[in-house]
């Protein structure tokens, strides 16, 4: 049990050693701080209470307030009604919406010398304007995770561009008409916009003062086209992900893959535990062969709020988990994520591979290259509706059979129609 | 000085927890977020008239909405009236056995909350889970689409139909006992059975109660949320706005549009209370036709 600082000052006062010390304590009446934190990832717990035991001044209080999508949702309703957490989680596709709705602190002041721990692209996706809105604390480089075994049982070699990723899912479908290669619905808004992206498409781009949207480029709808053809000649699935039905089909061994990014291992090892030691990963396919380049998919980053009385504490812990040694080993071991700095992505490279592949020694290495070659990636103000309006969209044309790229115009004039409106200036074209 | 005190706690906790939140809705109704042309300007709150409501009224998908709600609504109601109805007429007939445990057995689903009820629906819909499908897969006969094109209609209104026709039914029982017991003598005098006896003397004596539990289910219908947004994740079925009070979630929580949340919310809840008075108008003007 901590003593009162005047207990402690009056038990002490005879050694004139230790007064000044006394001195310091009471010239902070408050006593400890508290700061309110939301964050998602399993483990979260173990960093929150390694932290509380080396900083009795700076107490953090965990909540898990849902996941990425939900927890910004919540995030900004808590900050409208003027009681936001001191530090939450936010994936990095929300943040703009989030500044803009006056939700994050700028604490460019508090975090500033820890840039050197990130790299440029990596901390760009945090600063606008050359204000700095958080920490960056993990990233999802895209990849390819599969499962290994099946795919050598039913002799599909692993595709490494989709034009073998097509060929892989017909050859999958032709040897086992009772598994699928992977399943790609419309809520997976951050897949179709990385390998867009990946394709050279930019959904939302900054024009000198301008803002251009770019989901209906014609990059994009080749995109669209491609995923269309697949779909329609039944080589994939379109049905969500991580139902009961998605998780049964993991567990039978007869979902073949998921393309998404290097975070996946811990979701799957957390439908299907028992399937570890069947799954790998690879680099995700490319749309030209001998390209390298992918973009990220998901990744958040801690950032303080408006709202919170604490902020330069609160920035002290953000800095601390996540460009830290002692943080980046809490992030890798105990929550699993890929860091975002430079320092946790050295770290990575000489940790174990995740539990759902403990046979893949090259694990963070592959991540490592992949991640050296990721493409930055603009969100825009308004990706919660983009999203909403790519989902109704889409899920309407795989229902009716009307073209895929409709869907992405769709969207488009939506999110140009909704930025206008809220009165952001954006360029047509 | 003493009739106001009486009704003060009354009166205040229905300004504070009604009027007050009302009056909020609709002045929120009436403003916007907007920002000014830059980058990443931030939001700030500005008066922009009827913007909002032109803009929900126009909106094809808030339209489709309502649509969606009257073919769910044209199954749910008369389904579940008509059960209500069936029950409480055969837990009051004299023969009826075991009469305190069926009126138990049918009213406890009521007790379940909606969104647990329809996650427990949910898993008997999914195909791999469904005892359903399981069955009619080994008969030879596929799986049953609950949960695509117009079976879904059918699976949504199944779950509000089997939560509420124990709560309808108490409502019609209870008015069926107050039924006073000479009548249904005279009528057994005059030759009349059960069945005569249920059709020609408790059914129009129940009416009220019928348009009652009528009304009741017609705004639960316009309130349609949980069972939609609970089964949503299982499949694509179900968009982000099928129903109005989901389009309604989305603004306000989803892409931070809270004003226009309440423009349509505004609209809603006009458009309840002006059908409940119209319905309840039609009713009356017939029923006062009969008497006459």
Redesign the interface.
């Known amino acids: 049990m901590r003593m009162r600082p005047l207990v402690a000052c009056a038990a002490t006062v005879a050694s004139l050693a230790v007064l000044s010390g006394c001195g310091a304590a009471s010239a902070d009446p408050e006593g400890p701080v508290t700061l309110e934190y939301w964050a998602w990832p399993a483990g979260s717990k173990t960093v929150v209470d390694e932290w509380n035991a080396a900083n009795p001044d700076i107490q953090v209080k965990l909540s898990d307030a849902g996941g990425g999508d939900e927890s910004s949702q919540k995030l900004l309703t808590a900050s409208r009604a003027g009681n936001a957490p001191d530090l939450a989680l936010v994936e990095y596709t929300t943040l703009p919406s989030l500044i803009v709705a006056d939700v994050p602190l700028e604490i460019t002041d508090y975090v500033g010398d820890v840039q050197d721990a990130f790299t440029e692209g990596t901390w760009a996706q945090t600063t606008f304007d050359g204000a700095v809105f958080g920490v960056p604390q993990d990233v999802g480089p895209m990849a390819l995770v599969f499962r290994e075994d099946r795919f050598e049982e039913l002799g599909v070699p692993v595709p490494t561009t989709w034009e073998e990723f097509r060929e892989a899912a017909a050859a999958v479908k032709e040897a086992d008409p009772d598994s699928v290669i992977t399943s790609l619905p419309p809520t997976e808004f951050g897949f179709f916009a990385g390998v867009a992206t990946q394709a050279g498409g930019q959904w939302w781009s900054v024009n000198g003062e301008e803002w251009s949207v770019g989901i209906a480029d014609e990059a994009s709808l080749e995109v669209a086209d491609y995923f269309e053809e697949l779909a329609t000649e039944g080589l994939i699935q379109t049905e969500p992900l991580l139902t009961p039905e998605y998780n049964a089909m993991v567990n039978a061994g007869t979902m073949l893959s998921w393309p998404s990014a290097v975070w996946a291992p811990g979701v799957i090892e957390s439908v299907a535990p028992d399937t570890a030691g069947s799954w790998a990963m690879a680099p995700l396919p490319q749309w030209t062969p001998g390209d390298t380049a992918v973009a990220y998919q998901g990744g958040s980053a801690l950032v303080v709020t408006k709202d919170s009385e604490h902020p330069e504490e609160a920035a002290k812990f953000a800095t601390w988990l996540n460009a830290s040694e002692e943080g980046n080993t809490l992030l890798l071991d105990e929550q699993s994520l890929y860091p975002a700095s430079s320092l946790g992505q050295e770290m990575a490279e000489s940790n174990d591979p995740p539990t759902l592949m403990p046979q893949q020694d090259d694990f963070y290495a592959v991540s490592a290259d992949i991640s050296a070659q990721t493409v930055p990636v603009t969100w825009g103000p308004n990706v919660n509706l983009a999203k909403s309006v790519f989902e109704d969209e889409l899920g309407k044309a795989i229902r009716n059979g009307t073209p895929w790229r409709d869907a992405f115009v769709a969207t488009q004039d939506a999110v140009v129609a909704d930025m206008k409106e809220t009165g952001f200036a954006v360029s047509d074209g | 000085m003493a009739p106001y005190l009486f009704t003060a706690p009354a009166v205040i906790l229905y300004v504070a927890f009604m009027l007050v939140p009302v009056g909020y809705a609709v002045w929120l109704s009436l403003r916007a ?11 700030t709150e500005v008066f922009v008239g009827l913007d909002n409501y032109v803009a929900v009224l126009t909106n094809p ?1 808030f339209a489709a909405g309502f649509g969606r709600l009257a073919v769910y609504g044209v199954i749910a109601v008369p389904l579940t009236l008509g059960l209500a109805l069936l029950f409480a007429l055969v837990l009051d007939t004299p023969a009826a056995r075991l009469k305190r445990f069926g009126r138990t057995a049918i009213f406890i689903p009521y007790a379940v909350p909606g969104v647990v009820a329809a996650l427990l629906w949910g ?1 008997m819909y ?4 469904s005892p359903f499908s399981y069955v009619t897969r080994a008969l030879g006969l596929g799986t049953i689409p609950f949960l695509d ?1 117009p079976g879904l209609f059918g699976s949504l209104a199944n779950i509000a139909i089997w939560g509420g026709v124990g709560f309808n039914m108490i409502i019609i029982y209870t008015s069926l006992r107050s039924i006073p017991g000479e009548i249904y003598e005279s009528a057994r005098l005059d030759g009349a059975g059960e069945v005569q006896i249920a059709l020609r003397i408790k059914v129009p004596l129940v009416v009220p109660a019928l348009v009652l539990t009528g009304v009741f289910s017609l705004i639960g219908t316009l309130q349609l949320y949980s069972e939609p947004a609970t089964l949503q ?5 179900i ?3 099928w129903v109005p009070l989901m389009t309604i979630y ?1 603004d306000a ?4 549009d ?1 004003p226009q949340a309440a423009a349509a919310s505004t609209v809603l809840a006009v458009g309840t209370v002006l059908v409940s008075v119209v319905i309840l108008r039609i009713v009356n003007r017939k029923r006062m036709g009969v008497e006459r």
């Open positions: 977020y907007r920002i000014e042309g830059a980058l990443l300007g931030r939001k998908e898993f999914l195909p791999s889970t094109g994740p299982m499949t694509s079925a968009s982000n706005t989305r929580f989803g892409t931070d809270l």
